[in-house]
């Protein structure tokens, strides 16, 4: 098992410096750094003097190399937008996306699923062809159309919920939640049900589907010829067996909800990373783009690896090839 | 025959599947009886309708199969309009049913141990431990080594003689008083077929339990069963004791039957075989299903269906055996 997680780390190593890389090439190819902090006056010799400050004259490994090494200690340099340090304008903002992407995935799980088993197991039933209308719509619509519909329907027109925001926080440490005051939980509503619907229409078609597949199998038949009840049977057996897709599909999905929570912040203004992001490449601020980009590639890896550590407690097979040497008897 | 009251008593089933062109009818007027202890063989040519009689029993039709007629009683109580949950504490616990490809009746994600107390425990007032310990006893009486260590292990582990082992003490273990066999032996290697059939044929014996064994392995039939039911498109066309129906069948399907398994004393020229193909359900022939293939056809197979008639030693479909008729040659 450790060895598994090592040579994972391993691999995840290249993945990581490929995406620095790209990250790098911004700062040498998008725009001109010196000129844009030298501003309008400058003589060739405070220019010079920047450049060699700055260690623009080194070989291009060289300077890689200090931005790797500056990457790993969670120095990304000033923003240009708004001189602070980079690493403090993530962590400032991490809180609020990760409270709504957990929120959104948790939506689509815990709703997702049982309507999947459900449509799985109630082929006919008027219900279930109601959900899957339904989830052709959450498939096909926008993200930006339906948040702008829920605010349409419950902040113009009901006025329950607010349109826009995160609502009064509370700061714990670093962390800043608004999951402990009641506006700060009202204002998660919309933001993650626009967010999680795409993800929760994707999840019930999968379960259903696979549902549907493992149904069919004769070690369900088998189950049912011994006479489980049905509970078992659905939920323990069958639902059991579809969850090595639906894990994978479910990992990628929360890496997607935490890397494009960018439009869904965008629309309800909601101050994330996302919404720093998308404020950063309008105004060209390449520290925190590559911060971002590396922060998202970092995410997508480490989901990666836990979704793998899951299939190997979901499913003994893959246990297998380590199975007889680890077993010992 | 015994005068003890049959176990089982399959009248007059008849099974429909209703489809966009019609009801096709998959079993026609199907009746048998199978006493306490005894092993009935059921053999035919694929499609027969051997595995869907085993199937209706158990009440395990794929849908949209129905019985739509007929009765099937079992220690004399009718269980053909029994609801899904009183038909689901007669699975297992009465009938117990064993399938054909071992690979795939286990559940691949739990241990043979969790399947085999699961279904005790579903059907029998058992503890934890006492499950446990029973279970380890029934992988013990299977003829599994070292069952101790081997009941934390998944199917996978097992290879597939050993797994249908599992299968039969997994079909065994609530102690049915009969045991729906669909072919147990007919994916597994010639060599651990003969295992497997001595197994199943010793436990019966020393359970009392009785068996429908479905298979077309004459050698199989001839071995074990106490009786046999010939199964032809959808019904019945002899049954008798299984000596003589090895050996002196009376109906023309059984003598073609029987005629084509090759001798082992002498090398033939040619296998013996019969003519044509078995009808399909929705272009079955009036009269006597068989008329097309019939050596011995005569004007009143073509527009007359023949019921089981009294044939000597054994029960067959077939006009010859009226006594009406005047003799054929």
């Keep these: ?329 | 025959m015994t005068a003890a009251p049959p176990l089982l008593e399959v009248r007059n089933l008849r099974v429909e599947f209703p489809s966009r062109r019609g009801t096709l009818v998959a079993l026609h007027d199907v009746s048998f009886s199978i006493a306490p202890g005894e092993i009935l063989g059921v053999v035919g040519e694929s499609g027969a309708g051997k595995s869907m009689t085993g199937a209706a029993i158990i009440r395990l039709l794929e849908p949209p199969g129905r019985i739509a007629g007929g009765q099937i009683l079992l220690e004399g109580r009718r269980i053909d309009n029994l609801s899904q949950d009183e038909m689901r504490r007669i699975r297992g616990r009465r009938i117990g049913a064993i399938f054909q490809d071992p690979l795939t009746t286990l559940n691949p994600l739990y241990t043979v141990g969790r399947q085999l107390t699961e279904t005790m425990q579903t059907h029998l007032d058992l503890s934890g431990s006492e499950a446990r310990a029973r279970a380890i006893g029934w992988l013990e009486m299977v003829g599994i080594p070292a069952a101790a260590q081997r009941i934390d292990s998944y199917p996978h582990e097992f290879s597939g003689g050993m797994r249908q082992r599992v299968v039969i003490a997994l079909a065994l273990c609530a102690e049915p008083r009969l045991v729906v066999a669909d072919e147990p032996t007919t994916a597994l290697d010639v060599s651990i077929q003969a295992q497997v059939i001595a197994l199943l044929k010793r436990l019966a014996r020393e359970k009392n339990t009785s068996m429908m064994l479905v298979t077309h392995d004459m050698g199989v039939i001839a071995e074990t069963a106490d009786r046999v039911a010939v199964m032809y498109a959808g019904r019945v066309v002899e049954i008798g004791p299984v000596r003589e129906v090895v050996k002196h069948p009376h109906h023309p399907y059984s003598i073609g039957l029987m005629n084509s398994i090759p001798p082992l004393d002498h090398r033939v020229e040619r296998l013996a075989q019969i003519d044509g193909a078995m009808p399909r359900l929705n272009a079955v022939p009036p009269g006597c299903p068989y008329n097309p293939r019939c050596p011995k056809v005569f004007d009143r197979c073509i527009v007359e269906r023949p019921d089981l008639l009294d044939a000597g030693s054994t029960r067959a479909a077939c006009w010859l055996y009226d006594p009406a008729e005047p003799p054929h040659v």
């Design chain 1, 1 to 329: 098992m450790f060895a598994f997680v090592l040579s994972r780390l391993l691999q995840a190593v290249p993945v990581m410096l490929v995406v620095a890389l790209i990250s790098f090439a911004m700062f040498a190819y998008v725009g001109d750094p010196v000129s844009i902090m030298l501003g309008q006056d400058f003589t060739e010799a405070q220019r010079d003097a920047l450049v060699r400050d700055l260690g623009l004259d080194q070989p291009f490994f060289v300077q890689f190399a200090r931005f790797v090494g500056n990457a790993i200690q969670g120095e990304f340099g000033l923003s240009y937008r708004l001189s602070r340090p980079v690493a403090e304008l993530i962590a400032e903002r991490a809180p609020a996306t990760l409270e709504l992407a957990s929120c959104a995935a948790a939506i689509a799980l815990f709703v997702g699923v049982p309507m999947g088993v459900f449509t799985g197991l109630y082929r006919q039933s008027w219900l279930s062809r109601f959900f899957l209308t339904f989830s052709l719509i959450g498939v096909s619509l926008p993200t930006f159309l339906i948040g702008i519909l829920l605010i349409l329907i419950f902040s113009v027109w009901l006025g329950w919920l607010p349109s826009f925001g995160r609502g009064d926080t509370v700061q714990i440490g670093s962390w800043s939640t608004g999951f402990l005051t009641g506006s700060g939980l009202k204002a998660l509503v919309l933001p993650a049900i626009t967010l999680g619907l795409f993800q929760l229409t994707l999840i019930m078609r999968l379960v259903r589907a696979e549902m549907l597949e493992v149904l069919r199998t004769d070690y369900i038949k088998f189950a049912r010829a011994r006479g489980l009840a049905d509970r078992s049977v659905n939920f323990g057996h069958a639902l059991k067996n579809t969850l090595v897709p639906v894990i994978t599909i479910a990992g990628l999905q929360f890496g997607s909800i935490i890397a494009f929570a960018i439009v869904t912040e965008t629309v309800f203004q909601w101050p994330g990373m996302g919404l720093l992001f998308i404020q950063s490449v309008g105004a060209a601020d390449i520290p925190v783009m590559a911060a971002y980009l590396l922060l998202i590639a970092l995410v997508f890896v480490t989901i990666n690896l836990v979704v793998d550590l899951l299939y190997y407690a979901v499913d003994p097979r893959l246990r297998a090839d380590r199975g007889a040497s680890a077993r010992g008897t």
